[in-house]
């Protein structure tokens, strides 16, 4: 069955940097793009990156951009999420998630995905 686990959380201080790991199993990462998508307390889930079967990723958030980076490893079907200069407003509960082959135009539903980790916690204070 697919399954996806989140690892790599923690309580960090601002600018620094962390990385998560999504190990997948169930399928492969050659025919499924991935998305990440975090939930901080009392908001909506919201999508802000995807790496698709081929490869390619897209950003849906701003706010990540040049500071968050995916990528995989498809020999431990393992996809990560490199984060770095982090802000006390990138807190919030991380999940990673399984679509179809392609990232969806425009932004990241969470209808995009029927497939989710349990998420990890990651916190960004002083």
Do not use: H
């Not at 996809?79 to 990241?108: F, H, I, R």
């Amino acid at each position: 069955q697919v399954q996806l686990v989140e690892s790599g959380g923690g309580l960090v201080q601002p600018g620094d940097s962390l990385r998560l790991s999504c190990a997948v199993s169930g399928f492969t990462l050659d025919n499924s793009a991935i998305g990440w998508f975090r939930q901080a307390p009392g908001k909506e889930r919201e999508g802000f990156l995807c790496l698709d079967s081929s490869g390619e990723s897209t950003y849906y958030l701003t706010s990540v951009k040049g500071r968050f980076t995916i990528s995989r490893d498809n020999a431990k079907n393992t996809v990560y999420l490199q984060m770095n200069s982090l802000k006390p407003e990138d807190t919030a509960v991380y999940y990673c998630a399984k679509g179809g082959p392609w990232c969806s135009s425009g932004s990241l539903p969470r209808a995009w995905s029927d497939y989710w980790g349990q998420g990890t916690q990651v916190t960004v204070s002083s």
